[in-house]
């Protein structure tokens, strides 16, 4: 595979470019019988798109999306969804100072030496814009696993910079342009992003991700675990450099009398493991974090190279996020949606007659 | 597929319980022609093995590798290759009283609810003795990647609990019982495990590894990018909470001006991107970091369930690691070994006939 | 996965009903640097498409093919290439009267017990109308195997009914309606049809391929032995019951001394084994053979059930071809040319610096 | 993946060659709670070990099968099961002669040429001996077929050169060396292998397996067939040149009016579609027929190479069955199995909830 797939049960598979006819997916593995429109994965792609904030990128284009099989009479048929969704707002005269020339940071030379070509326009496939498929495709996800097992997702920016989410408050997220859970702190980060758009410069960012009502059991011992799983979707995101299950990197300072969330007949009675035990949901909510690096499409000159080696200077223009960061929140949603639907399905096959003497806890 | 198995190109299947017969793997895919015998996997077995130290757990097994097909005269043949591994040291007397109860922490809860039954020996498939099917198939990888490519893949403990590594002097590595880098700080390492082994406390830890000499342009663009497939295999180390690329997490707060790593034709200027630039390796150094969580078998007391539910307390006896984190850079460097191989096998495979105009640039 | 994909290293994965608003694929893998356009594919499109004749179906529609992504500047960049058919003529009335009821030899009574429910205008998911993009993925193949290898794949038809062909002239295969190769039975042919048409009945086909200039060493050893992914591939397509490689069913009557090719420096002596040794290529043609049944929509009446279970008579109407194996001929093709570049790139990955001191022998 | 996988779901990888250390496999996806042990792999093992007829090869191997993981306490555990046999009688000075020059009709030749190097020791990995895992890996999923669902599966030889099978009783299969189901003829195929033997040549075979009871809708449309991958799985078996499901190349001169199986209340009128309609089983016996060629390993002398690319001739000495198609009874019936057990889990996956309104039809 060239990578262009992501799951086993519930594959999802892509292709599309910045500035090309269009971008789509394939949905192969969704079950039959789910009520399914392009309403149910509209607002998801909304909320990704480009231009709906005056901080994210200028670029206006509708992204509606369009479903070419799969579904009749409005229901899932069980055979392969196509989704399409036609690129409108081009302007590729826009990338055409950076046909000969790599932007530091970018996908630009490491394609070139993979491929030994590039579609230069707007980054091509390495752009942003693919993962519009990517929010399509999980909202379909998101439906079935909302409507058959009740589960939810909901991500947030937790942090922009300095600027650190203090209270997560899941009512605010949509209320402001930044899913910033903190009401407290939505003007400073408006200021913030006002001067940062000053200094021609960007912001990374983090964002977190959690899942409620999780059944029990999904994810597969070893090397399929539902975190390394998780793990692989959430790294595979544009400008991603980090990921953490529950805790993450402070467990490195945790004793384990600490750490170990204990258990009652109540339930348990904390939630350090995020979800995830020996890579098994462990019915406590599912928590992962992201760290977006900022993006590297700044108008500040940089020092790099010509496609034939020679010394150059790039300014990047064009229309680009001062934070990526904060339009990755439906990705990221998406991104979870697509993977615990995948292991819903996989632990199905193997274990849908298990019967356990225990009963399922809850959080106290 | 259940998980056993990693790669596409370069397959690693393994099998194997804590209290099992044996443990053992299948290697898929490994090019025919490498010289290979078992002495070349049992370096890293033995820097993996327990007992080793008086800071990892006493259980003491030779673990002793054996080829069972895949090399004839000397060298692999392109066919499968066959390891095994008897359990000789087993000692399941040590786990009878876990049968009946789940240890905070661990996956006993998360097997018994997803299989309806679990193998309570040991943590049977759970274990991290697992993990040394994952150190052979590694060593296979890393020494192709070597004598073919001239790839150097190196671990360490960057961290343990409190105790930073403020230098990096890869000659100390594998001069203390710690892999650390920090000869400066050994000691305090050594003051510190014994202090948290009265408390009858175990500690997190940081693991960070390292390749050089990575070819350019091995990964695959969208989902199964070098970084993701990176993260999803650390990830599936046992104990691992969180896994960074290059900067991590500290980009949150970097800028764009900042983070991008500027290019000329001397090289790259700096590494923040950690040898990763839209999911394809660049050439600079492939740098990697992982948390590991501080064991939950510890022998402080703490409250659980029984198997039908019931309260009961939990005091985890047997042989332990205070610090499983530091057992488990000789399996981040295996890991990350059999990802690099399995993309440069996949590129090979699509994209062989390249040429770029560019040249490849090292590191200024 | 849900079956919608075939191939690993050069993945085509396909979507679309035959009533639907449109068809497409994603060909994932396809190497960089290969000229395409919409006109490389709609050759073998044309020569599938019903209406070119008037021994096949009445249906016409242009099938015209759109490359959406993975191709810029005339070439394929590496990355997915996205390809669309629209559906132009419909006419779903004809279907309504089996919308209650299972037709005969169908996939309508399976769909419905294995979805619970059913896409049944003109079969929807099951009609072969479904293999327009596999021609068109396969015509991708077909042209990197041709300009990178000098691989030549032609198929025809070698029996319809009781009319076998007798001598094999590859340039009469486009010169008739039936791509058969036997001119002196073109005209018996003919007037089997025409009386066939006249009793509403439909007769079974066998069709054959052949691949010359296979490089050697192509098909992985035990479970994806090249034989066995052709194999796959044609039992694959609709309405085939059976797949011969080589001398096929007429081995089961051979001796070993009479199946054996012999091989000398000159080459092999004979060609029995269809170019296939343990599962992998030996530089001999390929040759399979593979066995298509009538076609059920006949307009005779059958005896058959309703949705519900009960007793019912059915009388397909609509437009039928009453040979479906005359359009498998570019099925064909197309199918082993996917396996065979899948193989190639696979055998890529491995094998890429392997150095035998044998040399390649051709036929004799 | 290099080919030594089977199946998605059900997963069974294996290695080892004729004249190394030991066979072995691992299954990954057996669901837990089936009851294993050592015994259920054995009868099948037993069935297909060489040196239980004189027909057969003289090598005399006890084929004794270890569990080495995966079972606890009597029962499979859900994780990987590692299957192990070691190989005892050896004698690998009988293929020293071969060892520069290839067999014709032998794999030999085109492992050479992929790899560049080869076992060449009984065939390696290319030798039925490896078929002996798939037997055993077999016997598992016929066991959770048969306890679970009822399934049973039965192979027999249907054709050993001119002597074809003329009724079918089941209760003869194993009362004769040959799995022959037609006793009257049973004297006759021993005369005739009487004579084959002192011409030193061998002959071709016809092995049919089928299954009944096997549930309604496995198998998933497009690509995924269950006839496609019967079809896959019968391939790969040695010395296999043609696969038949149902009426197979009997449909070639079949009228739609004949093939089309009729359905009514009271089931299915007959069975030309061997079981499959559309890619998906319809509840219908399931049928498959395949044709092996004659062994090349002959004590004949025949024209071929040396490694150097020069003229010689070959005379195979060794012990070898001079027909490999009674042996491969109980392999069809492994291969089917597997297939079987690996999309009914697959189908789990997606379909678990499905609802139809139709009953369920028997054959009448």
Redesign the interface.
């Known amino acids: 595979?060239?990578?262009?797939?992501?799951g086993?049960?519930f594959?999802v598979?892509?292709?599309?470019?910045s500035h090309?006819?269009?971008?789509?997916c394939?949905i192969?593995?969704c079950?039959?019988?789910l009520e399914l429109t392009e309403a149910d994965m509209q607002h998801d792609l909304d909320r990704r798109r480009p231009g709906t904030s005056r901080h994210t990128t200028a670029r206006r284009e509708p992204d509606e999306v369009?479903?070419?099989?799969?579904v009749?009479e409005g229901?899932t048929?069980?055979?392969?969804?196509?989704l399409?969704i036609h690129n409108t707002d081009q302007r590729s005269q826009d990338y055409s100072n950076i046909k000969d020339q790599?932007r530091?940071?970018?996908?630009d030379?490491?394609?070139?030496?993979?491929?030994?070509?590039?579609?230069y326009r707007g980054g091509?496939?390495?752009s942003a814009r693919?993962t519009a498929m990517r929010v399509a495709a999980g909202a379909v996800a998101k439906k079935y696993l909302k409507s058959h097992f009740g589960v939810e997702i909901r991500g947030y920016l937790s942090?922009l910079?300095?600027i650190v989410a203090e209270t997560i408050d899941f009512d605010q997220i949509e209320q402001n342009d930044f899913f910033f859970p903190d009401a407290s702190k939505v003007e400073q980060l408006d200021s913030y992003m006002r001067e940062?758009r000053k200094?021609h410069?960007?912001?990374?960012?983090?964002v977190s991700v959690v899942a409620t009502n999780v059944p029990?059991?999904l994810?597969?011992?070893?090397?399929?675990?539902l975190?390394?799983?998780?793990?692989?979707?959430?790294?595979?995101i544009?400008a991603?450099?980090?990921?953490?299950?529950?805790?993450?990197?402070?467990?490195?300072?945790?004793?384990?009398?600490?750490?170990?969330?204990?258990?009652?007949?109540a339930g348990f009675?904390s939630n350090?493991?995020?979800g995830v035990?020996?890579?098994?949901?462990?019915?406590q909510p599912i928590l992962a974090h992201m760290?977006?690096?900022?993006?590297?499409?700044?108008s500040?000159p940089?020092?790099?190279?010509t496609?034939?080696?020679?010394?150059t200077e790039v300014v990047t223009k064009g229309r680009h996020d001062p934070c990526v960061g904060i339009r990755a929140v439906p990705i990221a949603e998406a991104m979870l949606a697509i993977v615990l639907l995948d292991h819903l399905?996989?632990?199905?096959?193997?274990?849908?007659?298990?019967?356990?003497?225990?009963?399922?806890?809850g959080m106290r």
Request: glycine share 16%; no cysteine; proline share 6%.
């Open positions: 595979m060239s990578g262009n797939s992501i086993q049960n594959v598979t892509t292709f599309g470019e090309g006819v269009a971008l789509g394939i192969d593995g079950p039959p019988g369009q479903i070419l099989s799969g009749f229901k048929t069980g055979t392969s969804i196509g399409l790599f530091p940071g970018h996908a030379y490491t394609y070139q030496q993979k491929y030994g070509t590039r579609d091509g496939r390495s693919e942090q910079g300095p940062l200094e410069d960007s912001i990374g960012a983090k029990v059991g994810g597969e011992p070893v090397f399929d675990r975190d390394a799983d998780i793990a692989h979707a959430l790294m595979g544009n991603v450099k980090g990921v953490e299950i529950g805790d993450g990197f402070a467990v490195v300072n945790q004793k384990g009398s600490e750490h170990r969330d204990l258990m009652s007949p009675a350090h493991a995020g035990l020996g890579g098994i949901s462990s019915g760290a977006l690096k900022p993006t590297s499409s700044i500040i940089g020092e790099t190279i496609v034939q080696g020679d010394s399905l996989r632990n199905r096959a193997q274990n849908f007659d298990v019967n356990s003497p225990t009963p399922v806890l």
